[in-house]
């Protein structure tokens, strides 16, 4: 083992190409300026500024950057050197000149494990214009030892500089460390360390990077990046520079600009250590995967757990979006969960457990009670429409003391957690059937009645003997066919305003109350939209097909469709 004391070694700082992932790549020019300016005087040695990929419609300056815009920044500032990444996939080489026209020193290329090759024949190229070139490989925790032993051979006869092994999941301990660094020295190339902060040791791994002897790590300001982030680049500065005997290092500069940038910029762009970041660490899968999870605003530690032991299972090299959405389609994370071997909660074990609500209130009309906007908006008239028809009240997750419905229903978890204390004390609770009991009885002492739903794998509505089989992915929708096998004459539905539309687009406020847990992003908003539209359309013409009345959605609702005013309802009350 060599010693940090001894060696001498080289720091890269990567803020603006991995914080890029957080803000698409978007950062202010002057941020960018500064940034350069402050840690060429820090002892930072290179400063990769952004990716240099085919440009990608919606994307920021910094995921293509430029050469105007890098000789621009750098006609001013010296004493450092500034470097580039692209992703395997997405070089083209017409982007980049000769090096003796190009302030940048060195291209490092990004690569799975499946695609080494490809990367090492895009460094040959990019050497001969006369750049250093470094390969990235990502993802080193999935590298088996055949992996190594491929690649031993096409890399060591390879004209790359730099070889970076990247704990891309944060899942290394600083016992590993040492171990990676044994396979890739026979290789005889400078070897780098990429750390990222799932378990919170990528201080710890790369103070032992550098003990075993690597020749360039990484860090970021702040630790600006993708999931948990990176290794804070002040963190090491400010180590380095109180440990070792030589005066290279500089923690000032760093540390100047989180006092002006970096603080506000972590406040609004919100990186760091979570528990879903972290357990996917544990897990060894991409960070992504608990990104989308975060997204959904779904799912308890419970969910996620069982999603990253699939994951983790199918071994997929790096993020595979097909991979989650046939998990969260399947229904696999809101099973019925009652068995102990999910594989067993089965149709067929439902179809023996009709529910005991089936048939109760036959021939009454029924109002769902949903969160939207609307529901507040339009209480006054919600509250007449009760009085006229009199039916059967069904709400869901918070009512805010708006209404205090005959069942109050939840299907989600962390909902049920932060809002069971405020259901009425004369409302009968619905809850999933996918709730353990034991998990229940944690938060509430009512009494309840599990709602009898299969989340199952097909996209086809249909009720059997009084077991719903859907993947309702919102409570209004479950509540709706609770309301069926309750033997619904009419059903209403109130608050359900949608997502598709302009004020959810300006607002992103979907609830008539604000929730922490509210999803923030529209692109998933779109979706679930969308899969509620599709689930309302089955249910209405399962309706139909069964001599009913289809849905009435009775307030403002981009399930325009379904639209039928509350306004016309209470009028043709009063003229009957």
């Keep these: 083992m060599s010693d940090i004391k001894t060696h001498a070694f080289e720091i890269l700082d990567c803020t603006i190409r991995d914080g890029g992932y957080l803000n698409n790549w978007d950062f202010d020019r002057k941020v960018v300026k500064e940034l350069c300016r402050n840690l060429s005087r820090t002892g930072v040695d290179i400063i990769e500024i ?11 300056l910094w995921y293509s950057v430029p050469e105007d815009v890098i000789n621009d920044l750098f006609k001013d500032v010296s004493g450092i050197k500034v470097s580039l990444m692209v992703d395997c996939d997405k070089c083209d080489l017409s982007l980049i000149p000769q090096s003796k026209h190009s302030f940048v ?16 024949d895009i460094c040959r190229k990019i050497k001969k214009r006369g750049y250093e070139v470094s390969i990235q490989l990502m993802g080193i925790v999935g590298y088996t030892e055949e992996d190594f032993s491929f690649i031993k051979k096409p890399i060591s006869e390879s004209s790359i500089d730099y070889l970076y092994f990247a704990d891309s999941y944060g899942s290394l301990f600083p016992r590993d460390i040492e171990r990676y660094i044994e396979k890739l020295k026979p290789l005889n190339k400078k070897i780098g360390f990429h750390a990222h902060n799932s378990l919170q040791l ?7 990077a550098l003990n075993c002897g690597v020749d360039i790590v990484d860090g970021t300001v702040c630790g600006m990046g993708r999931g948990s982030g990176n290794l804070p680049m002040e963190v090491l500065i400010i180590y380095l520079e109180k440990t070792l005997s030589r005066k290279k290092y500089n923690s000032m500069p760093v540390l100047d600009l989180i006092d002006r940038y970096f603080i506000d910029l972590k406040n609004k762009l919100k990186w760091g250590y979570s528990l879903p970041y972290m357990l996917s660490g544990i897990f060894e899968v991409h960070p992504s995967y608990a990104k989308q999870l975060i997204d959904y605003h779904e799912y308890n530690v419970d969910d996620m757990v069982k999603v990253f032991e699939v994951v983790k299972g199918l071994a997929p090299v790096g993020f595979k979006k097909d991979i989650m959405d046939k998990i969260i389609s399947s229904g696999f994370v809101s099973s019925f969960g009652k068995s102990e071997n999910p594989d067993h909660d089965t149709e067929d074990n439902l179809r023996i457990q009709p529910p005991l609500y089936r048939n109760r209130h036959e021939g009454k009309d029924f109002l769902i009670l949903a969160n939207g906007p609307s529901l507040k908006e339009h209480k006054k008239e919600i509250d007449e429409f009760i009085e006229k028809y009199n039916p059967v009240v069904m709400g869901a997750n918070y009512l805010g003391g708006l209404f205090k419905p005959h069942y109050h229903a939840f299907s989600n978890k962390k909902r049920f957690i932060n809002y069971v204390e405020h259901v009425d004390v004369d409302s009968k609770l619905l809850i999933s059937g996918s709730f353990e009991d034991d998990f229940i009885k944690d938060y509430t002492n009512m009494e309840y009645e599990s709602i009898a739903h299969f989340s199952g794998t097909s996209d086809n509505f249909r009720i059997e003997d009084g077991v719903i089989n859907s993947n309702c992915r919102t409570v209004s929708i479950l509540l709706t066919a609770v309301a069926i096998v309750m033997g619904a004459k009419r059903i209403f539905i109130a608050g359900m305003d949608g997502y598709k539309s302009k004020e959810h687009f300006l607002s992103k406020n979907v609830h008539f109350y604000k929730e922490s847990e509210e999803a923030d992003n529209f692109k998933l908003l779109i979706e679930k939209h969308n899969w509620n539209e599709k689930l309302l359309s089955q249910i209405n013409s399962f309706l139909i097909e069964n001599n009913k009345e289809g849905l009435h959605i009775i307030t403002p609702s981009s399930h325009s469709y379904f639209y039928s005013s509350i306004y016309n309802w209470i009028k043709q009350y009063d003229k009957v």
């Design 50 to 60: 952004g990716f240099r990929n085919k440009p990608k419609a919606g994307t920021g």
């Design 105 to 120: 020193n060195m291209y490092r290329v990004a690569c799975h494990k499946d695609k080494i090759l490809e990367a090492i």
């Design 202 to 208: 990528a201080f710890a791994n790369t103070l032992e």
